[in-house]
């Protein structure tokens, strides 16, 4: 339940953030405009790749969520938390800009899951089977986060005491 309404909140501050963004960057004149990808097929991958991405990432920040039940302010860890998956997911430079040395770890790490996979596979920088390949790796984070959670929400759980009316 709680992780369906993470992503609920999480998408719909998306959707009315983005939306406006998206219908001005189609009614630019080209070659400024958003187009959308030559093949229908990775298009097609792009909508899965964005829904596991998307669901990644509500399964992370499920697991600092939780951690908010073994600390006292959970504000130190979602502050860091949230610095890393920007570095790591590529929202604040690239992945693609990273030295060729570092980015079998950083693709193989949650984060490049969440942003850097589904805008690989939109603008074509990928294709064919590293498409399958990515998607299975995104596939494998989610769920191993989801069993992580519910392991560790199932644990804190048996540890909340609540007293009151």
Known sequence: MWYVKNMAVRLSRAVLRCLPILIIAVLLPKPLNITLPHDPLAG????????????????????????????????????????????????????????????PVINALPFASMQNTPFLIYNGFISGSDIIRSILLQLGWLVILVALGKMLMNRALKKVIVQGG
């Open 44 to 103: 097609l991958l792009f909508l899965v790749s964005i829904f596991l991405g998307f669901s990644v990432l509500t399964a992370f920040f499920m697991l600092l969520y939780i951690s908010a039940f073994y600390t006292l302010s959970p504000t130190g860890i979602r502050i860091l938390a949230t610095s890393v998956i920007e570095f790591f997911a590529g929202a604040i430079i690239p992945l693609p800009f990273f030295p060729s040395e570092l980015l």
